[in-house]
């Protein structure tokens, strides 16, 4: 069936640093793909998404792209802030819109200052 | 309300009880999903519905698990026979129709003794 993997955590960054969490999935078809944030006490907010081959989703700094080739939707931020502490989930809907999202495990990251 | 609202937000069971967790959608959502998530671990389907149709529960794990959605806006997730393995986050989520993005609520924390 359909699934996601993404890098284990929990990452720790200091501030302003590079971040990249990577996410590769597996579909049978033409799967939309998203990242979720999690931050502390809070529900889960959609950070960016992309619907087909080559789209690159961004908010906040944050981008990743859509990679057809290397089923991959890798997460990346230029300089981290300490705000951006929280678990990142990325995940797919597979085909019609109206369906169920299908998660990865969570990458939980720390910003220190 | 402005989102996606659950409650109660935390609930002790003993196990062998009864429990009833609600949703209240986004206004005018007609899709609500019900997800479940293990500590450390990403959220996973549970069920779906479409106004007050159960169009998908192929998540739901045992035949314990039931939930109804009777008149197309709340939706309660009842969990007969609680287990210790039942103990999660349990998210609901509402989107409008033909639209990728599901938003969740904070989500009710279920802790069986």
């Known amino acids: 069936g359909d699934s996601v993997t993404q890098m284990e955590g929990p990452v720790t960054l200091s501030e302003e640093a590079f971040l990249t969490i990577n996410c590769t999935y597996t579909?049978?078809?033409?799967?939309?793909l998203f990242w979720y944030v999690q931050y502390p006490g809070e529900g889960l907010q959609l950070l960016l998404k992309a619907t087909k081959a080559d789209d690159k989703g961004s908010n906040k700094g944050f981008e990743a792209t859509y990679r057809k080739e290397t089923t991959s939707f890798h997460l990346e931020k230029g300089s981290v802030q300490v705000s951006d502490s929280a678990v990142y989930f990325c995940?797919?809907?597979?085909?019609?819109?109206?369906?169920?999202?299908?998660f990865g495990k969570g990458t939980r990251l720390h910003i220190l200052p | 309300g402005a989102g996606v609202s659950q409650s109660p937000r935390y609930k002790v069971a003993k196990r062998g009880q009864d429990v009833a967790l609600r949703c209240d959608p986004i206004?005018?959502?007609?899709?609500l999903f019900w997800y479940q998530q293990a500590l450390g671990q990403g959220p996973e389907f549970l069920t779906y519905f479409q106004n007050e149709a159960q169009l998908d529960k192929s998540g739901l794990p045992s035949d314990r698990f039931f939930a109804e959605r009777p008149e197309g806006s709340v939706s309660t997730l009842k969990i007969q026979r609680t287990q210790q393995e039942d103990s999660a986050v349990y998210l609901c989520?509402?989107?409008?129709?033909?639209?990728?993005?599901?938003?969740f609520g904070p989500g009710t924390r279920l802790t069986v003794l």
């Open positions: 579909a049978t078809g033409y799967p939309s």
């Open positions: 206004s005018g959502h007609v899709s």
């Open positions: 995940a797919l809907i597979e085909g019609h819109r109206d369906d169920k999202i299908i």
């Open positions: 989520a509402s989107s409008s129709p033909g639209m990728d993005t599901q938003y």
